[in-house]
């Protein structure tokens, strides 16, 4: 290319050195590229062809491009993907949240209660209950490394009764609409929904519950150290964290002991590759992003056979849950369902037409 680098030339410039690198969809990576470089939208590029690149702007570009040429997908090089109606970071080592994903999340969705009318909650239910629980568990096992094993064991026992009881306190307050009454006594206001988002990854199914219904509290788990850093990080950047709290441990341990039996959803996007077919999925994939946020064993099903009865013992009665799955294990994972004891097992195609997401609800 000549001196002068204008948007237009830089754009079939880009796309002709991605067609020869062998980039499925060489102009649309083009146009995502040289936007993030000069910070313009797409529609932007192409209202202003003749305008020409910076050289700060020229750098970065050819940057992106060598990336992009080398296999990167997108979403690292940008550092953040849209999704639904958020958008998320992402970082290498944390796998790229996929459009499928979003169906899960239509379905999740579709399992709640209807809507609480939308009322300021009572500041004692602004952080996800769980928080007292977790800081007395820290708290006593502190105690016990100092040796004062019955206060420890006494401060536990006292915060699991405090929580249990305020989660009874809460549920028992019903769909009041949160304003006083004309003599002046106050209604009970609407509990919050408790979900809990297992394998968050990114954050961005969390986010998206929250984002979405006001009225919900979410854990979420990851037992990936980076995946819980960047999940904080994006419900901090959409200003979700008071209602979002995420913890690293394998699967749900991290849900406290107070709130088994008190979700009204669990949803998950676990790996469920089966291990054979990942040795057949894009290079983008397989050399960028993480083995261990896609391997499912050998049927796909490895880590469902571990969730499923946890699930059933976190679950209230007519709690439901969402899980993502490989398109070749939904029927093998629908008849485990229904082992595990939970009704309504459905499966849902995704937006390519092909069996993705498991849903089910425990019985009354």
Known sequence: MGDMWTIKAALDWTVGYLERKGDENPRLSAEWLLSEACDMSRIQLYVSFDRPLSLE???????????????????????????????????????????ETEVLVSEALSLLPAAHRRVALDSTIDAWEGDALIAAEAAAAEAAQDGSDVDASETLKRSQQAISAYLDAQQDQGNG?????????????????????????????????????????????????????????????????????????????????????RLDLVVSNPPYVPTAVLAEI???????????????????????????????????????FAFELHETCLDAAAELARQAGFHQVRIVDDLAGRPRVLTGVKPV
């Open 282 to 320: 894009p290079r983008e994939v397989a050399d960028f992003e993480p083995a261990l946020a896609l391997d499912g064993g050998a049927d796909g099903n490895d880590i469902l056979r571990r969730l499923l009865p946890w699930t059933a013992a976190a679950l209230r009665p007519g709690g439901g």
């Open 177 to 261: 609409d949160g304003c006083d009454r004309p003599d002046g006594s106050a209604v009970a206001k609407p509990r919050p929904l408790l979900v809990a988002d297992i394998c968050t990854g990114s954050g961005c199914i969390a986010c998206s519950v929250a984002y979405e219904r006001p009225d919900t509290r979410v854990i979420a788990t990851d037992i990936v150290p980076e995946a819980v850093a960047l999940a904080k990080d994006n419900a901090a950047e959409l200003g979700l964290s008071d209602r979002v709290r995420i913890e690293q441990g394998d699967l749900g341990s991290p849900v406290p002991a107070a709130a088994m039996g």
């Open 57 to 99: 702007e020229r750098d970065i570009l050819r940057g992106y491009v060598t990336r992009r040429g080398k296999g990167e997908p997108l979403q690292y090089i940008t550092g953040y993907a849209a999704f639904r109606h958020i958008q998320v970071k992402v970082r290498p080592g944390v796998l790229i949240p996929r459009p």
